[in-house]
C-alpha cells in the first residue's frame, strides 16, 4: 500500500514539473501589435580627452509581427574638434524609418535590418541616407532588453547618387542601449 502511495505522489509531483517550470521562465519579448522604446548613446575622444564626440538615438517601434518590427529613429550628435589652430564645436541629427526582423524567440534576439532618412546639421552635408543594420537585443527581464546595433549608412542627394553611394560615401554608426517592450 505505501509503493501505491508513494507512485501515486510521485506522478502527482511529475505532473506539476511542467506548470512549476513555465512560472519560473516567463515568455521574453514583444507580441505583434506591441511597441518598443529604446534609449541608445554612443562616443568617443582623442587620448588627452581634448577632442571628442558623443550622441544619442531613440527609437519608437510597433510590432507588425512577433519577430518584425518598424518604426522611427531620432539621432543627436555634437563633436568638439580641438587642432593645433582651432577649436570648433559641431552638432548634427538624422531622422529615420527603420524596418527590422528579429531572429529566435529567446531572450537572445539578433536581427538584420534597414533604414531610411535624412541627416543634416553642422558638420554634415544634409543629404538622404538609407542604412543596412544588424544587431541583437537581449532580454534582461520580460519586457526590458538591452541592445548593440551596428549600421552601414550610405549618403546620397538624389535617386541617380544612390547607387554609387553604398561604395564611395558611407560610414559605420554604433550604438549600446535599453529598449523596453510596451
Sequence with gaps: MIRVYTAAITLCFLGTLPMAASAQSP?????????????SGTGSNDRDFNSGSFGVTGDLGWYLRDNMVAGARQSINYASIEGESVKDDFWNGSTRGYFNYQFL????????????GGIYGDGVKDSAFAGLETGIKYYVRTKTYFLARAEYQFFFSDTNDASDAFQDDGAWAYTVGLGYNF
Design 105 to 116: 524567440a529567446d531572450r537572445a534576439r539578433p536581427f538584420v535590418g534597414g533604414s531610411l
Design 27 to 39: 515568455e521574453f519579448g514583444p507580441n505583434e501589435g506591441d511597441r518598443e522604446f529604446s534609449l
